[in-house]
């Protein structure tokens, strides 16, 4: 009622007032139905999680990355750590975008033959 009251001075034509106020009232509901979906739910109480519940990382994977010869180290590393393009990881090791490129393929490959799926 209030946003009626509020649009009233704007009403052009009083002789539809009726349709006119079903109008507000129907887009007011519909309103205040998006609104409601769009709202968060609580979730409750949230589980304490301690270091012992963190997700491990897989030595023998990181044991290989410690191996594997400097830039494609550097280069596997920023690739998928860091999520840097091969431009942006080729700046950061001295060398072309393609070199890059270079050094995470052959990097990769390393780590496919030294690490074998469990």
Same mark, same amino acid.
């Given at each position: 009622?209030?946003?009626? @009251?509020? =649009?009233?001075?704007? %009403?052009? &034509? $009083?002789?539809?007032?009726?349709? /006119? +106020?079903?109008?507000?009232?129907?887009?007011?509901? %519909? &309103?205040?139905?998006?609104?409601?979906?769009?709202?968060?739910?609580?979730?409750? !109480? *949230?589980? #304490?999680?301690?270091? #012992?519940? =963190?997700?491990?990382? &897989?030595? #023998? @994977? /990181? #044991?290989?990355?410690?191996? +594997?010869?400097?830039?494609?180290?550097? !280069?596997?590393?920023?690739?998928? *750590? $860091?999520?840097?393009?091969?431009? &942006?990881? $080729?700046? !950061?090791? $001295?060398?072309?975008?393609?070199?890059?490129?270079?050094?995470?393929?052959?990097?990769?490959?390393?780590?496919?033959?030294?690490?074998?799926?469990?």
């Amino acid at each position: 009622m209030v946003a009626a @009251l509020r =649009a009233y001075p704007r %009403l052009q &034509d $009083g002789r539809s007032l009726r349709g /006119w +106020l079903f109008t507000i009232a129907h887009h007011k509901v %519909l &309103d205040h139905h998006r609104a409601t979906a769009r709202r968060a739910v609580p979730a409750g !109480a *949230l589980p #304490d999680r301690g270091a #012992d519940d =963190a997700p491990s990382l &897989d030595d #023998d @994977l /990181w #044991d290989a990355v410690a191996q +594997l010869p400097d830039k494609q180290r550097g !280069a596997v590393t920023l690739r998928y *750590l $860091g999520d840097l393009p091969y431009t &942006d990881i $080729g700046e !950061a090791l $001295g060398c072309s975008e393609a070199a890059a490129r270079q050094n995470v393929r052959a990097g990769l490959a390393a780590l496919r033959q030294e690490v074998s799926p469990r």
